[in-house]
C-alpha cells in the first residue's frame, strides 16, 4: 500500500477549515455580527478576521508557503482563543486550541521538511 501524503493531507484540511471560516466571517450572518459586537470589536472587524483566514487557506495550500500559512492560522486561533476566554465563553475555547494545535503540527512538519 502506498503511503498517503499525510503532510499534504493535513495542510489542505486545515486550509478548508480557514476557507469556510474567511466565508462565514466575511458573509457573517448575524449571529456572528452579534458575537464581534459582545466582544467589543468594531463593526467592521469581521472583515478583517475573514481576509485573515483566507489568506492563511491560500498560504497552506502550496508546499512552499505552508509554514507561512501555519504561522499565520496559529496567529488567528490564540487571537479567537483569546477572545472567547477574556469573555468568559470557556467552552468556545475549545475548538480554535484544537485548531492552533492542528496548525502548530502543521507549521512544525512545513519546518521539518525545509531541512
Known amino acids: 500500500m502506498r503511503k498517503l501524503p499525510w503532510a499534504t493531507i493535513l495542510g489542505w484540511a486545515l486550509a478548508a477549515f ?5 466565508v462565514s466571517n ?32 491560500a ?3 502550496p508546499r512552499k508557503t505552508r509554514l507561512l500559512g501555519a504561522g ?10 483569546g477572545t472567547v476566554v477574556l469573555h468568559g465563553e470557556y467552552a468556545h475555547a475549545v475548538a480554535p486550541i484544537t485548531v492552533l494545535a492542528v496548525a502548530i503540527i ?10
Open 26 to 57: 466575511i458573509l457573517a450572518p448575524g449571529s456572528i455580527l452579534e458575537d464581534y459586537r459582545r466582544w467589543g470589536y468594531p463593526e467592521w472587524f469581521h472583515y478583517v478576521t475573514g481576509l485573515l483566514e483566507l489568506t492563511a487557506a
Open 72 to 81: 499565520l492560522a496559529a496567529a488567528v486561533m490564540i487571537a479567537a482563543a
Open 106 to 115: 502543521t507549521g512544525t512538519i512545513a519546518l521539518r521538511a525545509r531541512s
Open 18 to 22: 480557514f476557507l469556510f471560516g474567511s
Open 59 to 61: 498560504l497552506l495550500i
